[in-house]
């Protein structure tokens, strides 16, 4: 005989201190802790909570990964390819969260997106699976920005941008601790930086974005706590990852913070003709190592569908890949780390074959703990 199965009392529950109530909830899978924030104001408030969240077994890892395709004919839908299972989804931003036909994505980092709305002179930050957002006021009006990147810290973000269509230019950084922007003049590194690709956000590493510029190139990174322009120069005053010669672009990507790595993609030739394409790593002496090159045949696919304009190119990693893209072609070249093979991801089935530009693609990580 099955022994009759006991309810606990409801005013136990209702007598446990707070901190052990909390406790017990962080046990929970995403899904269920989900459906229990429209249960009262506390359970709520839980995902907003950094204390909360840094004890619950919810994470990015209880959510797939995905690669987000925004394009000027998307809307309030997205294209979704889940890396985890290998296939493609859509997503439709919920119904709180619905936003102007004009709203631009502009960057992702650790679940949240941003993006622009110049319609309303500003900006705005969301996590889609908490359902909650920030919108953020333009720093001043108007406001012509280039180079934005939203870059996770471990007490919320910050978002980088500059104001470089006036003299002299700016540099603002958004600070989400204090809900403010910084502005933070600028000497002479902006106008190497626009004349590169527009679709390359700045790449987080040691505490600072890194830029490429163009010929001659070279790296410049600017100090997101002090906000500081500065070439990469070693304790003994000698200036580091200095790059290879006969490269015809560069871009550079971070392995998020898995091991701290930097890579170096850029196509080598002459004449501003790529011939191939090369991965490096940024080595402990600050000196580029050769990791691999592009296949052949896959390195003249790239080249002929961005017609040798680099500008269209932009890299960004993603779960172990290093993908490169190109603006005006839908499928992704991208790299796999731990396997040390070049593969192509397929364009997504459902998109239109009229579309022929404006193909945006970010890195997507669900965390529940994202805080806008």
Known sequence: ?????????????????????????????????LKLRSTCKHFNSLLFSPSFLSKTKCSSSAFSCFILLSHPQ?????????????????????????????????????????FSLPSSSSFVVCNLVTLSSRTIDFPTYPFDFELLTLVSTPSGYKIFLLFAKSFPNYAFVYDSTDQSWSKFDIDGFPSMILSQSS????????????????????????????????????????????????????????????????????????????????????GCGGNWIEVERVPEMMCRKFMSVCYHNYDHVYCFWHQGMICVCCYTWPEILYYNVARRTWHWLPSCPSLPHKWSCGFRWFSFLPHLYALV
């Open 74 to 114: 998307c809307y309030d839908q997205y294209p979704l390819y889940d890396s985890t299972h290998g296939t493609w989804r859509r997503l439709s931003l919920p119904y709180s969260l619905l936003l102007p036909s004009a709203a631009t994505l502009l960057s992702s980092s650790k679940g949240l997106l941003c």
């Open 1 to 33: 005989m099955v022994p009759k199965r006991r309810e606990m009392d409801p005013a136990i529950w209702s007598r446990l201190p707070e901190d052990l109530l909390d406790h017990v909830l962080s046990f929970l899978p995403p899904k269920k802790l």
């Open 199 to 282: 679709h390359q956000e700045g790449v987080f590493y040691k505490g600072s974005l890194y830029f490429t510029t163009p010929e001659p190139f070279s790296i410049v990174r600017f100090d997101l706590e002090n906000g500081i322009w500065e070439t990469p120069y070693d304790a003994n005053d000698h200036m580091t990852m200095m790059l290879p010669h006969e490269l015809t672009f560069s871009r550079l990507v971070n392995d998020g913070e898995e091991s701290n790595k930097l890579y170096l993609i850029g196509g080598v030739g002459r004449n501003g003709i790529s011939t191939t394409m090369k991965l490096w790593e940024l």
